[in-house]
C-alpha cells in the first residue's frame, strides 16, 4: 500500500526567505506527483503536476522535483510571500486511478 | 468553466439521518473521485468512476456509504444511516483519463450531531 510522507509537518519563515518542502513515498511505481495548495477552510488548488516520465515542473516561483528510484519529490519555493501561506499537500498516483496523500506541510511566511 | 460543483457546501443532520451529497465534474472530463478529509487521517480516496463505471471502492468505510454515476455529468454520495465519526469535509475531482490532473470541487463539509 503506497504511503506519503511530507517533512516538515509545520515551517514559519520570514518574508522573502527561499524555502523547500519535502514529500515521500513507498512506492516507486507511479503514475505522476502532484502538489496542491490548501488554504483554510477551502478545497485544494493544483499547483503543479509532473508525470512519471519528467524530473520537475516549474510555474513562476514554484518549482518541483521528481525522483522515482528514491522515492522523494521537493517543491521549491522561491522569495516567499505571506499570500504563501497555506497547507501545501503532495499527492502520488493519478491517471485513471486516485490519489493518496500526505498528511501536507502547513506553512507560515511571517511579514 | 465553472469548475467541479458540489452541493450542499455545507450540511448539519443528526445520527441516523441520510445524507446525500451531489457533484457536477467538469465538463468533458471522464473520472470521477470521492475523498474524504478528517484531522486524524488526512485525505482519503474512498471510490472513483471512470466513464460513469466504478472502477475501486475499496476506500468505502462501511456499507452505509454508497456512490453513483447516472451519467457523465453527475455523482452523488450517499450515507445512511450517518453517524458522529462520518463528519469530515467530502470533496469531489475529476480529470481527464489521459491528462491525470485532478481538479477539486469547494468541498462539503459534513457534521453530524
Known amino acids: 500500500k503506497q504511503e506519503v510522507t511530507q517533512i516538515p509537518a509545520a515551517l514559519s519563515v520570514p518574508e522573502g526567505e527561499n524555502l523547500v518542502l519535502n514529500c515521500s513515498f513507498t512506492?516507486?511505481?507511479?503514475?505522476?506527483l502532484q502538489w496542491f495548495r490548501q488554504d483554510p477552510g477551502k478545497g485544494l488548488t493544483s499547483l503543479l503536476l509532473?508525470?512519471?516520465?519528467?524530473r520537475e515542473q516549474t510555474s513562476g516561483r514554484l518549482n518541483a522535483s521528481l525522483d522515482k528510484s528514491s522515492g522523494r519529490s521537493t517543491l521549491y519555493i522561491a522569495a516567499s510571500q505571506p499570500g504563501d501561506s497555506a497547507t501545501y499537500l503532495c499527492?502520488?498516483?493519478?491517471?485513471?486511478?486516485?490519489?493518496?496523500f500526505g498528511k501536507g506541510t502547513h506553512l507560515i511566511i511571517q511579514p | 468553466d465553472a469548475g467541479v460543483i458540489q452541493s450542499p457546501r455545507h450540511e448539519v443532520t443528526e445520527m441516523g439521518q441520510e445524507v446525500t451529497l451531489r457533484c457536477k465534474p467538469i465538463?468533458?472530463?471522464?473520472?470521477l473521485f470521492w475523498y474524504r478529509q478528517t484531522m486524524m487521517r488526512g485525505l482519503e480516496l474512498l471510490i472513483y468512476?471512470?466513464?460513469?463505471?466504478?472502477?475501486?471502492d475499496s476506500g468505502m468505510p462501511e456499507d452505509r456509504f454508497s456512490a453513483k454515476m447516472p451519467n457523465a455529468s453527475f455523482s452523488t454520495l450517499k450515507i445512511q444511516p450517518s453517524e458522529p465519526r462520518d463528519s469530515a469535509v467530502y470533496f469531489c475531482?475529476?480529470?481527464?483519463?489521459?491528462?491525470?490532473?485532478?481538479?477539486f470541487g469547494p468541498g462539503t463539509r459534513l457534521t453530524v450531531t
Open positions: 512506492d516507486s511505481a507511479i503514475y505522476n
Open positions: 465538463s468533458g472530463h471522464n473520472s
Open positions: 499527492a502520488v498516483g493519478g491517471g485513471a486511478d486516485g490519489l493518496t
Open positions: 509532473i508525470q512519471s516520465s519528467q
Open positions: 468512476f471512470n466513464n460513469n463505471v466504478p472502477i475501486d
Open positions: 475531482a475529476s480529470s481527464l483519463l489521459d491528462s491525470s490532473e485532478q481538479y
